[in-house]
């Protein structure tokens, strides 16, 4: 049954993950434009998902995000007095797609919506991939649907208020002896170093979180590196978390806390790359190392896409 005229969609779109040992190659086909892993490769991500041993938790947590963001628009006065929210889950690289949202969303007979990306940062390659998926699945669309796109949302007081409560729990994993000299790198996911040359507020992004969280929270030594970069040719934006991680210990540090900020949910980059990669790097090194949790479905964060979303829907750009 079609919805209310007046309802909203809201589309939350991440990265996407497989739900099974089977959905492993046509995932990686997919993250590489059609084109199929070699063996090689096919087997190291088969065997980085079997050491984390999950499968759809990144799709579970989303589509808890999205849940909790639809909840929070559709309560209080703002609830009762604005238009009805309902909201959708696309992923850019798996199941449900961008696409599949998209056409549920019109065939509920929503032609109004805005759009956010589980990404705090703005960018052309990182946020505006999704965008360009998204252009295509409208364009597929026999009744138009406007779209309000948040092209980022790194600084919502209510999402940095999470970070900093994140690091203040996982500063209580450390001797209190130690925070004084505690080094403290916040990391995003790495894009090729081309982005650069576009003026690109990527980078700056990262930055800009860090430096919030480190004055909410008191940090003094503050550092910034990327992680899990791609497998191609081109140079990806560093330091690398490893390279990092090392220049920490030959410069004395023997406590390291990793803040992911530049990703809001569990995902292999996080309970891998992470957890499981550098953890063991920093077993070798002699650092104690750990790492934030990450924000998942944590009140705050959801209290801040709430609002974002809300300010696109009253008179944010729509395109």
Request: negative net charge.
């Amino acid at each position: 049954m079609p919805l209310p005229k007046e309802t909203v969609g809201v589309l939350v779109m991440a990265y996407g993950t497989p739900d099974g040992p089977d959905d492993i190659l046509p995932y990686y086909t997919d993250i590489r434009r059609g084109r199929a892993p070699s063996l090689e490769l096919l087997k190291e991500l088969q065997d980085r998902y079997q050491a984390i041993g999950l499968y759809g938790r990144l799709t579970r947590i989303t589509q808890a995000q999205a849940a909790g963001i639809e909840r929070i628009l559709n309560v209080g006065e703002a609830g009762a007095t604005g238009p009805r929210y309902k909201a959708y889950v696309g992923m850019k690289h798996w199941k449900p797609s961008i696409a599949d949202a998209v056409a549920v969303m019109a065939g509920d007979g929503v032609r109004r919506a805005v759009a956010v990306v589980m990404a705090p940062q703005g960018g052309r390659m990182s946020i505006g991939s999704y965008y360009e998926i998204l252009d295509k699945a409208l364009a597929d669309m026999p009744e138009p649907i406007r779209v309000a796109r948040v092209q980022n949302w790194h600084q919502e007081p209510d999402f940095l208020a999470a970070l900093a409560e994140r690091v203040k729990d996982a500063l209580k994993l450390f001797p209190e002896a130690s925070l004084g000299t505690l080094d403290v790198v916040f990391t995003a996911h790495s894009l090729p170093e081309r982005i650069l040359t576009w003026n690109d507020p990527y980078p700056t992004h990262l930055r800009e979180i860090g430096e919030a969280v480190a004055r909410q929270t008191g940090l003094k030594k503050v550092h910034f590196a990327y992680q899990s970069a791609g497998r191609t040719q081109d140079p990806w934006l560093g330091p690398e978390i490893r390279e990092r991680l090392r220049e920490l210990q030959a410069g004395g540090a023997q406590s390291v806390l990793v803040c992911p900020v530049g990703f809001v949910a569990d995902h292999l980059e996080v309970l891998y790359d992470l957890d499981i990669e550098l953890r063991r790097l920093a077993d070798e090194l002699g650092i104690h190392l750990e790492r934030t949790q990450s924000l998942n479905d944590h009140p705050l964060l959801l209290s801040a896409l709430a609002s974002v979303v809300r300010r696109q829907a009253e008179g944010g750009e729509s395109a």
